[in-house]
């Protein structure tokens, strides 16, 4: 998993990863059906989410962006009938023994086929591997990988590897730091989550460490592109550069959180609700972020805001965007 810090505790294997071990290779889902056909509308809205006006994606022919994979597959607020006993009794086991918080890590797909209109889905899915106990700034526990084979129209579409971590949080005394020293007044139990670092956007968070945003740029059509990936979406293109944000922008939709609350997402010392909006950048690439300097009610669609940067704790900074009521 990589970018993510952790440590075995223990000399071996502890007496709960024997119980957990049992679980792999058993099934987390059998013969599960998809709730819509691949269809025009879902696509349509996803290119839009993500700023992808690739044209393989749009009129005759279109095929599914391949990063829905997983899409189509997803049971929503009501969930799969088709999910297995085992699954939900591995996460028994879990939930009694105190690791009842979760945090998905990361995922890998496998394309083998488009998906086009029409096609319907089915899917296969098993618990594949389960960890040793680990530690990590969050806490202790263990990371849980789950496979899902993909068909689209009974042929194998795709693969589509999930891992979580399930762990019990880690407690930490009020003034103290992850590492044990002082933090300035900030309680430890209410750190902003880290964010996972890899290989293909720890040139981002190093650009954030000195103050920039940096966008990438594709070394042979020149599209920007941004989140940080490892290919260009217009040409494919793996070679690419950098180029700094000029760091204005404008509100281009948000929503705002009023509950649960989370004082660890708070801009301000008011820990009510906040912003989370998808920023417009100048450079004509989005962004997700908090808005900040109005209050979360004056936050508008086509404001003006300009990227600032937010400590928010003694280990982490994060871009935000400055609003102005004006």
Not at 42 to 65: K, L
Not at 188 to 194: A, C, E, M, S, V
């Amino acid at each position: 998993m990589t970018g993510t810090r952790y440590r075995q505790v223990g000399g071996g294997p502890d007496a709960l990863y024997g119980r957990l071990k049992a679980y792999e290779g058993r099934a987390a889902a059998t013969a599960g059906v998809g709730k819509d056909l691949v269809n025009e509308p879902m696509i349509r809205h996803w290119c839009e989410a993500m700023g992808d006006t690739n044209p393989a994606y749009a009129g005759p022919g279109a095929i599914a962006p391949p990063t829905m994979l997983q899409a189509w597959t997803m049971g929503g607020l009501s969930g799969h009938s088709d999910r297995s006993s085992a699954y939900d009794e591995l996460f028994g086991l879990l939930d009694g023994a105190g690791y009842t918080s979760v945090v998905a890590t990361d995922c890998e797909q496998e394309y083998l086929r488009p998906l086009r209109p029409g096609d319907e889905i089915t899917f296969d899915a098993v618990i594949e591997s389960v960890s040793e106990r680990k530690t990590t700034k969050l806490g202790t526990g263990y990371f849980i990988t789950t496979r899902t084979d993909v068909r689209a129209a009974g042929e194998p579409a795709g693969t589509h590897r999930f891992r979580i971590l399930r762990y019990r949080p880690a407690v930490r005394a009020r003034g103290t730091k992850p590492g044990g020293g002082p933090e300035a007044g900030q309680d430890g139990r209410n750190l902003r989550p880290r964010p996972v670092i890899n290989r293909d956007n720890a040139g981002f968070w190093q650009g954030v460490a000195e103050h920039k945003l940096l966008i990438q740029r594709c070394g042979q059509c020149g599209a920007l592109r941004f989140p940080w990936l490892p290919g260009c979406n217009e040409c494919g293109c793996q070679e690419w550069d950098t180029v700094e944000a000029s760091g204005e922008g404008t509100v281009f939709s948000h929503v705002v959180m009023h509950h649960p609350p989370f004082p660890a997402f708070r801009t301000s010392d008011d820990a009510g609700p906040y912003a989370v909006a998808l920023i417009e950048l100048a450079e004509g690439v989005r962004m997700v972020s908090n808005v900040v300097g109005v209050p979360h009610g004056k936050v508008r669609t086509g404001m003006p805001v300009r990227l600032e940067f937010l400590r928010t704790d003694p280990e982490l900074e994060l871009p935000v965007f400055r609003g102005s009521e004006g």
